[in-house]
């Protein structure tokens, strides 16, 4: 099946971002000994992704005789309690390059994609179309993008020049800088984007879609104290899409997005 997921970066965690479960701050060495997972995402409460993991990864620990706690937090701030150790791994990030893999080097590659992020650009003006990285270049767009998604971010940077480049804090404050003409065009994670689009604020923006930029698979990451773990996981994933159970669980977890591409 085709997924989304949604990367955003701030210093600290805003109070938009919040946890499934008792807070990592919260979190107890008893509860680690009785073998609660916590998974480190960067989704705001609520969207298509945010519940999808909650669902998908409670029962793929569940099989694996463990607990699972979803935490949620800015992309940066994430990776970094992930590789601390202070969460037990990350819940989807595409695949390291080397200069990731340097960075982080304290996370495990769950080699089993989960779901694909599609990147997606997003307008007021229904004129503008966008297909690819390469329609960017040129075009004295303004750009927002969520700061902290590496593909973005890296793609963006060799098609744009930085001078019209915007980064934003998440994707909801991307969408009101759009709305009130301070950007031409919002780049994330199509889900993301459109649960909030979803949202009262915007029903009447007049924001769409003018794009698909590309879709790319993303993996789980678990913190190397785990790395025994990480081929059982993925080996467990398997099974659920083999089964059928990753497709039901999009159902439970889609409220109006339906994936448009399997994965298998």
């Not at 969207?47 to 699972?68: C, D, I, P, Q, W």
């Not at 706690?69 to 990030?93: C, I």
């Not at 993996?219 to 659920?240: E, S, T």
């Amino acid at each position: 099946m085709l997924f989304a997921f949604l990367l955003t970066f701030v210093t600290q965690p805003s109070a938009q971002y919040i946890s499934s479960g008792a807070s990592h701050e919260q979190a107890t060495d008893v509860e680690q000994r009785n073998g609660i997972i916590r998974l480190a995402i960067p989704e705001l409460e609520g969207t298509y992704l945010y519940r999808f993991s909650v669902l998908k990864f409670n029962e793929a620990f569940a099989r694996l005789g463990y607990g699972f706690e979803l935490h949620a937090f800015p992309s940066e701030r994430a990776l970094a309690e992930s590789n601390a150790g202070r969460m037990d791994g990350e819940a989807g990030r595409i695949q390291f390059d080397a200069t990731l893999a340097a960075k982080y080097p304290n996370l495990v590659e769950v080699n089993e994609p989960t779901f694909l992020i599609t990147v997606g650009a997003f307008t007021a003006d229904a004129s503008i179309r966008l297909n690819g990285w390469t329609d960017l270049a040129g075009r004295y767009l303004v750009i927002g993008y969520p700061r902290g998604l590496k593909v973005t971010e890296k793609r963006l940077v060799g098609h744009v020049d930085a001078k019209y480049l915007q980064g934003v804090n998440n994707v909801r404050q991307g969408l009101m800088m759009l709305r009130h003409g301070r950007i031409d065009v919002l780049v994330g994670l199509q889900s993301s984007v459109e649960s909030v689009l979803d949202e009262a604020a915007f029903l009447d923006s007049g924001i769409a879609l003018a794009g698909i930029i590309e879709v790319v698979p993303v993996f789980p990451y678990l913190h190397k104290k785990h790395h025994a773990l990480a081929p059982r996981l993925a080996a467990v994933l398997r099974a659920m899409k083999k089964d059928g159970t990753l497709d039901r669980l999009v159902e439970e977890a889609k409220p109006s997005i339906k994936p448009a591409a399997d994965l298998k």
